[in-house]
């Protein structure tokens, strides 16, 4: 008895090792191959120029990896700013959106995990008592008999097991792998937006610090004109206009003052949170703006494929679409699902580890191994319509996020052009106002012309050194608009930086 028992154990495991080798060797995969979609991808930028100073090559510049395959590259060093690197640092360790990015990542691995887990059998193991009534017609013996009552004591194993025979749980790896990579590719998107935003407003604060320093300046000056301008009107050297025409500038000078500095502090309370800092423990020493002339070459458009980490983002996007069409598609087939369980069943305790009370069973406890999908009412091919709906979706997402990145460095490189060209013309601009605006005081003082002259002459000069300092600004921003369009990540030997 003992050897019919575990001959017939045997040969149910070995059906079961079999079945199990087979459908691994069988297994295929039923989503379509995908293709990467066809976009027109120009020879070289409208903007770009492809020159850079003191005869540097392009050459020079060494494109990174994809960014959602590399740790963030620090591009902020090109701009030989000690404290923008300092911030810069403090942003990756503390700013929200980068801890939610990582998370996402993190979220996205375990649902990874989650997936390839349906590769491997599930195995339990119990052990407890059941006590069951049956009635006498359950045991066959007709109604009216009386009914049994025992306690049976089980000690088992169960193991359970969907074959991939036509590569359904194959595909939802695959999806589940697209599906970090993703993540993994918004999150690198994410710090190079953080990093962007550190940069463009720490510039931004820098810009008004120097407009600051010129309107404390101009007010001071303006102070000292009116307090003379009063002196002189008590004499009788001027007019009572004259007087009130220097109050009037001054307190212009004044109000416009405090609208910079209300600009100044709401920069600073967003570089703040930019940092993961409440404003109220946030302070910068003061540092007017330097120029800036960090020189970007853009290099190929081709390569923007690679450095644009939202690009790939779309990129994943589309497989772990085109993998679920598998799976959709396999709902279709066949699923073989291998279940059973080994294990000890006895009436009394004692006895539970006997050979003899050994129990097993090969196949589902519940309906067939084997199980073939007949009629639904569509519902599977609604699936398989909708997944490659949203797969075409993602496709035109990827076209439209590509179609975006040329747009932004070709906005980022005519900026940059053109606020160089508008630098040099308003420095002309500030040195001829200058020379105006000393030629008038002098011809006041002289008395061959109304102050009205030198309140126009002034004004203008305040007008263009400002109008300066905010291009220079402007300038500074849209290199990091370049940068961030352009991706970010790049070894940059040689790049000039100059400052004054």
Not at 128 to 155: C, E, F, I, K
Request: aromatic share 6%.
């Amino acid at each position: 008895m003992k050897s019919a028992t575990q001959t017939r154990f045997k040969t149910a495991v070995a059906i079961a090792a079999g079945a199990l080798v087979l459908s691994v060797l069988s297994a295929c995969s039923l989503a379509p191959v995908e293709h990467r979609p066809g976009i027109d991808v120009p020879a070289k930028y409208l903007e770009s120029d492809n020159r850079l100073p003191g005869g540097q090559e392009l050459g020079q510049w060494q494109p990174a990896e994809p960014s959602d395959h590399q740790a963030p590259s620090p591009w902020w060093r090109v701009f030989g700013d000690p404290v923008l690197v300092r911030l810069e640092e403090e942003a990756l360790q503390a700013n929200p959106d980068v801890s939610i990015a990582m998370a996402r990542i993190r979220q996205a691995r375990a649902l990874t995990a989650r997936s390839e887990s349906a590769r491997f059998p599930e195995v339990d193991a119990g052990f407890g008592p059941n006590r069951q009534r049956s009635s006498g017609a359950s045991d066959g013996r007709g109604d009216g008999s009386p009914a049994t009552t025992q306690t049976l004591w089980r000690a088992q194993v169960s193991v359970a097991y969907e074959a991939d025979i036509f590569g359904r749980v194959a595909s939802e790896v695959t999806a589940a792998r697209a599906d970090a990579a993703q993540q993994q590719a918004l999150a690198h998107q994410m710090l190079l937006l953080v990093q962007a935003d550190v940069a463009g407003t720490y510039f931004s604060l820098r810009q008004l610090e120097g407009e600051l320093r010129l309107l404390r300046d101009t007010v001071k000056l303006r102070e000292d004109a009116t307090a003379l301008l009063e002196r002189k009107r008590g004499v009788g050297a001027v007019a009572r206009h004259v007087v009130d025409q220097a109050r009037t500038e001054l307190f212009t000078a004044q109000a416009e003052q405090l609208a910079v500095a209300q600009q100044h502090a709401l920069a600073s309370h967003a570089l703040a949170i930019l940092l993961g800092k409440p404003p109220a423990t946030f302070s910068l020493e003061a540092q007017p703006l330097e120029t800036v002339t960090v020189q970007l070459p853009p290099g190929m458009p081709s390569t923007l494929l690679e450095r644009r980490p939202d690009i790939a983002a779309a990129e994943r996007a589309m497989a772990a679409e085109n993998a679920r069409i598998g799976v959709a598609k396999a709902a279709f087939f066949p699923s073989l699902s291998l279940t059973g369980y080994l294990g000890y069943e006895s009436a009394a305790l004692r006895n539970l580890t006997n050979w003899s009370q050994m129990t097993f069973l090969l196949g589902p406890l519940v309906g067939t191994a084997l199980n073939m999908p007949l009629f639904d009412g569509g519902r599977r091919q609604a699936d398989i319509a909708r997944v490659r709906a949203v797969y075409e979706e993602r496709v035109a997402q990827y076209r439209k996020t590509v179609l975006q990145a040329f747009r932004e460095v070709e906005d980022a490189l005519v900026s940059v052009r053109t606020l160089d060209e508008r630098i040099v013309h308003q420095r002309g601009a500030e040195d001829a106002s200058a020379s105006v605006a000393q030629s008038a005081q002098a011809r006041f003082d002289e008395g061959d012309v109304d102050y009205l002259v030198v309140v126009d002459a002034e004004r203008t000069r305040l007008r263009s050194r400002q109008s300066r300092i905010q291009s220079e600004g402007a300038r500074a921003r849209a290199t990091v608009d370049l940068v961030r369009a352009l991706g970010g990540g790049w070894d940059a030997p040689g790049v000039a930086i100059a400052g004054n």
